[in-house]
């Protein structure tokens, strides 16, 4: 399986080693994740103003490298902005008029890349049976909680990810290397981390409610697939620390590729 690769700032910067992880994890498994030549910053933000044009064309342009592929990310962020761009291309014809003028000289884009965060690969084109056969470390008995946050969610309609009042996939992926998913509540609502910066007691306040959630149903260890949640979840816990990983450490130590 080959698939169009954008990693994203975070992970090519302060989170190599997620990137390090994820790229081992998918040569083990039998996917080559084909790096975007000059790729750049998604935006990090989607822009909640509809006439907002060039904030997306990073992301255009990144759906236009894909080449009407599938275009995978392993941040939620990334894939947050990057499908609901790709969703705008499509059903936005003012938006898709304009952004096509920006392309014009580049040959421009069909809207025909679809974007997928790396757990709907191993969901839906691996299949979770499948990666336990190929699991050689598997995390018995650990006790992870899934961190879902809000981006990778919502809005359901467009992200399509998986049910955003009650996902199951990243429960599934736990069960799938091993260990034991619990879930607890707060695991879908946001980790305040875009507030941190203005109002830093709100952020510490949506992450010690969500640990202390996660303490109290049984957690060991979180996971997340977004490096801002798990910065977060780090840098703004007050009362308690839980462990927080990222999806794709865990994916390379029950598989037996992570390195240290």
Not at 166 to 184: L, Q, R
Request: hydrophobic fraction near 40%; charged fraction near 25%.
């Amino acid at each position: 399986m080959i698939y169009s690769y954008y990693p994203g700032c975070t992970l090519k910067d302060r989170a190599k080693q997620l990137d390090i992880c994820a790229r081992k994890s998918a040569e083990a498994l039998g996917i080559t994740l084909q790096e975007l030549p000059n790729w750049q910053c998604c935006g990090a933000v989607y822009p909640q103003v509809t006439d907002e044009i060039a904030s997306r064309l990073s992301a255009v342009r990144a759906l236009q490298s894909a080449e009407g592929g599938k275009l995978v990310t392993m941040c939620s962020a990334c894939h947050h902005v990057l499908k609901r761009t790709a969703y705008d291309w499509n059903a936005d014809e003012n938006f898709r008029t304009k952004a096509a003028n920006y392309l014009a000289e580049d040959g421009g884009y069909d809207g025909a890349t679809e974007v997928v965060h790396f757990l709907e690969v191993l969901r839906d084109e691996v299949g979770f049976d499948e990666l336990k056969k190929k699991v050689v470390n598997p995390l018995t008995g650990r006790k992870i909680g899934a961190f879902y946050g809000c981006m990778v969610l919502r809005p359901g309609k467009v992200l399509a990810f998986d049910d955003p009042e009650n996902p199951t996939i990243i429960e599934d992926f736990i069960k799938a290397i091993g260990a034991t998913p619990v879930k607890y509540p707060y695991r879908n609502e946001c980790c305040g981390a875009y507030v941190a910066l203005e109002d830093k007691g709100s952020a510490e306040h949506q992450v010690d409610r969500a640990l202390n959630s996660a303490m109290d149903a049984g957690c060991d260890e979180l996971i997340t697939a977004c490096p801002l949640c798990m910065y977060n979840l780090v840098e703004n816990a007050t009362a308690h620390k839980l462990p927080v990983k990222y999806f794709t450490e865990l994916l390379a130590e029950a598989l037996g590729v992570k390195e240290g």
